[in-house]
């Protein structure tokens, strides 16, 4: 043996994980980092011994770059013939929208959240002799947010031929829910004030993702509901409901605007991107889609209208103008990756304490994004339809809050009485504000009584006494003052 080359580590120290380890009695000795014959690593070694080939380690399959093949789509442009046009449509660029955020910079990737590392060392295969675990470990979850087609697929998996049981679906179904309620968005509910005649509340929204919310296919929509609830059960006041179909109600048929002040039932803030066609309109057809006619889903911390990728994730319509949407409340910065919405609701002095309740409900294949494909007919389409008539197409809830036993006259504790504004009503329309202390930054936003926003100035002037102007029409107008991380709402009346 000894002449042919043949030494003794040759059969007692090449064990049959095929990394080096040394035998003595049952207790293996690691030897891993000495190299023995082709076995030269705790990767390539079980690779090699067991199935013949050589895995070449690359640093990008950690990195949020190896998730962009396929999360950077672009897609072929059709007129309404079908005729291309060569144009091209960016159906998503969730890679992108990574870039253009806090979570690039700070090296968290893709695989961070979608393929969490596990906690203890994993040993990569069943069956074979003393392979050795590996730490760290990335589980692959794939976890994401589209719990509807994971329960869509379990209820026909026999029909579309998946293997998988009905054990590795619930797995998966119960690892999205998990990441969906824990690691996408937070709903704050605050109250402003409480006039005899309106209720001033916030919601603020918090996008936790490295990428847009919703973020992915452009079905994907996420809801705010918003409802008041009196002392009687009664309900006062209810935004963003669905009916028994759960497409939301009282919608614009073409897409609903986004808002930064709802004052109105018939109002709904609904986070989407909506496809439009060569001729402008509205497609749910993906090889229809030519141009973008509304992005307002929520930006992750970070966002920048002048990053380099910022041409494929804009955010397109009102929310570009909405000066709460992925804007400083103080000094109008971009990037906190959040959006505040106003709730003007009338109270009609309501005479009993009421309650209000916020929630975030999201939707992976809303009904009406369907409507389009299903005034066709195929094998495919029909089978389809028949698939998602028979699903639980119920939205699921992200996140709420709630504040409990609101009382007619409601302010901020022991701040509101110290703000003054006035004098109101006003004939020349000036307005004087007045606070309990001087603050580095004061903010003071200006609506029109129905919500529309007019203007925004900021002051860093460090003042306890500050001049409003109204618009030169008579009228009731809403005054938002922000200092502080405070909110304070007053109506003012120019006559």
């Not at 209810?238 to 919608?251: A, C, P, Q």
């Not at 209208?305 to 949407?325: C, K, L």
Request: aromatic residues 12%.
């Amino acid at each position: 043996m000894g002449l042919d080359g043949v030494s003794c580590s040759g059969c007692h120290m090449i064990g049959p994980n095929g990394l080096g380890t040394m035998f003595s009695g049952n207790i293996p000795y690691d030897t891993t980092h000495v190299e023995f014959g082709p076995f030269t690593s705790p990767i390539t070694g079980p690779m090699q011994l067991y199935v013949g080939l050589t895995p070449t380690w690359s640093d990008h399959v950690s990195e949020g770059k190896m998730c962009s093949s396929c999360h950077t789509l672009l897609t072929g442009t059709h007129d309404l013939s079908g005729t291309p046009t060569g144009e091209t449509f960016v159906e998503q660029a969730t890679f992108h929208e990574w870039v253009n955020s806090t979570y690039s910079g700070d090296n968290v990737s893709c695989q961070s959240c979608h393929m969490p590392h596990a906690n203890d060392s994993i040993i990569l295969a069943n069956g074979y002799f003393n392979l050795p675990p590996r730490f760290p470990f990335n589980q692959h979850k794939f976890q994401g947010a589209n719990l509807f087609m994971l329960k869509l697929m379990k209820n026909n998996r026999t029909s579309l031929g998946v293997q998988a049981t009905d054990a590795n679906y619930d797995s998966s179904i119960s690892a999205t829910v998990d990441f969906l309620r824990n690691q996408t968005l937070s709903v704050d509910l605050s109250v402003d004030s409480v006039t005899y005649d309106t209720g001033f509340f916030t919601v603020r929204l918090t996008n936790h993702a490295g990428h847009k919310f919703p973020s992915g296919y452009p079905s994907r929509r996420a809801v705010l509901q918003f409802v008041v609830i009196g002392s009687s059960n009664d309900t006062l006041f209810k935004s963003g409901f669905f009916d028994s179909n759960y497409e939301v109600t009282n919608i614009d048929p073409v897409f609903e605007p986004h808002y930064d002040v709802i004052s109105n039932q018939t109002q709904t803030q609904i986070y989407e991107m909506t496809m439009g066609d060569v001729n402008g309109n509205k497609t749910t057809v993906l090889e229809r889609a030519d141009t973008i006619l509304k992005d307002n889903r929520i930006p992750p911390e970070g966002f920048l209208s002048t990053s380099n990728v910022y041409d494929t994730v804009g955010i397109i319509g009102n929310a570009f103008t909405d000066p709460n949407f992925n804007k400083s409340i103080v000094n109008g910065n971009e990037g906190t990756g959040r959006d505040y919405v106003h709730f003007h609701v009338p109270i009609n002095g309501y005479a009993t304490p009421f309650s209000i309740y916020a929630y975030m409900y999201y939707q992976t294949l809303p009904p009406g994004f369907l409507t389009e494909m299903f005034s066709y007919s195929s094998a495919a389409i029909d089978t389809f339809q028949s698939m998602f008539n028979g699903a639980d197409k119920s939205p699921f809830l992200v996140a709420e809050d709630s504040v409990m036993g609101v009382a007619l006259g409601a302010q901020i504790p022991d701040l509101d009485d110290l703000i003054k504004v006035g004098p109101s009503p006003t004939s020349d329309g000036v307005v004087n504000i007045y606070l309990p202390w001087s603050v580095s930054a004061f903010k003071v936003s200006l609506y029109e009584i129905t919500g529309r926003f007019i203007s925004t100035k900021v002051h860093t002037d460090q003042l306890t006494t500050y001049k409003s102007e109204l618009p030169q029409t008579r009228g009731t107008y809403i005054m938002d003052l922000v200092f502080d991380g405070k909110h304070v709402v007053r109506k003012i009346v120019r006559n």
